[in-house]
């Protein structure tokens, strides 16, 4: 079986903490530099990508279509600055797929 890489992407004070445990890290100023190093992450057959949500917003079409594949996973983070809710609503909506149900946000009454 093989051993996949995890990479994360995204502006550098959002990514430094990542190569502390060992993450390949991918620091990127915009989203033309964040789409070349998604394109080469997917080419090296990476198993994880995380991205910031503020590039990934700027990526949302080729993302989706990654989504659509077995691998890489592509999953959305906040950066440094806070999130803007893309990549819970990206789980969320994953999670209803799956399930049926909304199971993680539902309001009990």
Do not use: C, H, W
């Amino acid at each position: 079986m093989p051993t996949y890489k995890i990479a994360v992407i995204g502006d550098k004070d959002s990514i430094l903490g990542f190569r502390t445990i060992g993450v390949d890290t991918f620091p990127v100023t915009g989203s033309e530099a964040a789409l070349s190093a998604l394109k080469k992450l997917v080419a090296e057959e990476y198993g994880v990508i995380f991205i910031t949500e503020e590039l990934a917003a700027e990526l949302e079409e080729i993302i989706a279509d990654l989504n659509k594949r077995y691998l890489p996973a592509v999953v959305l983070i906040p950066n440094s600055q806070g999130t803007l809710g893309i990549g819970i609503r990206q789980i969320k909506n994953n999670v209803e797929k799956a399930i049926g149900a909304d199971i993680l946000f539902r309001k009990e009454g």
